[in-house]
T-cell receptor, first 112, second 115 residues
Framework: DGGITQSPKYLFRKEGQNVTLSCEQN?????MYWYRQDPGQGLRLIYY???????QKGDIAEGYSVSREKKESFPLTVTSAQKNPTAFYLC???????????FGPGTRLTVL | KQEVTQIPAALSVPEGENLVLNCSFT??????LQWFRQDPGKGLTSLLL?????REQTSGRLNASLDKSSGRSTLYIAASQPGDSATYLC??????????????FGTGTRLKVLA
């Protein structure tokens, strides 16, 4: 089955810790994205990548970092510099940056 | 600044009713607009993508229209069913002045179809 997987589904972090969220796709898509969703707000773009070894900051990149070493994988690290990291994180991919986006099931991060 | 607004925020309708969901955007210089549905605690499911050169797209009981000049898109759902209950989101894609791409989502319309 082709699709996007995210792990873990739930993640708990202590203040001051860095955590990494996984996103993998087997759709052969070039573009991948990370969004954050907070209650009552629209999704906000954190980072996106158009191609391997390249990525661009979105609207709320501060406190986050990404890498794109493989086409299939786009992990997101939430660093201790992110002031309010508790949120629902969604990964997406598309053939190109102007094409239809497909989303993974999400990771819910809670800071204790 | 591009803003995307979806009104109403919530809607309840009886089963079988035809309904229209609205999406408004302030900047007409968009590449495309995409409609999604989201079930509670889940990721987004793509419904329809309309390119800026298109006026409408259809998939089954769904029809989405786009009027760039007025900054509006509508999602029409025919013969609604309880399984259509979800939050419906629209998103526009445009180029930022920096040359990067911007993806702007509305806050959604929460639909409940009553059996």
């Amino acid at each position: 089955d082709g699709g996007i997987t995210q792990s873990p589904k739930y993640l708990f972090r202590k203040e001051g810790q860095n955590v990494t969220l996984s996103c993998e796709q087997n759709l052969n898509h070039d573009a991948m994205y990370w969004y954050r969703q907070d209650p009552g707000q629209g999704l906000r773009l954190i980072y996106y990548s158009q191609i391997v070894n390249d990525f661009q900051k979105g609207d709320i990149a501060e406190g986050y970092s990404v890498s794109r070493e493989k086409k299939e994988s786009f992990p997101l690290t939430v660093t201790s510099a992110q002031k309010n990291p508790t949120a629902f994180y969604l990964c997406a991919s598309s053939i190109g940056t102007l094409d239809e986006q497909f989303f993974g099931p999400g990771t819910r991060l809670t800071v204790l | 600044k591009q803003e995307v607004t979806q009104i109403p925020a919530a809607l309840s309708v009886p089963e079988g009713e035809n309904l229209v969901l609205n999406c408004s955007f302030t900047d007409s210089a968009i590449y495309n607009l995409q409609w999604f549905r989201q079930d509670p605690g889940k990721g987004l499911t793509s419904l329809l993508l309309i390119q800026s050169s298109q006026r409408e797209q259809t998939s089954g009981r769904l029809n989405a229209s786009l009027d760039k000049s007025s900054g509006r898109s509508t999602l029409y759902i025919a013969a609604s069913q309880p399984g259509d209950s979800a939050t419906y989101l629209c998103a526009v894609r445009r180029r930022a002045t920096s040359g990067t791409y911007k993806y702007i989502f509305g806050t959604g319309t929460r639909l409940k179809v009553l059996a």
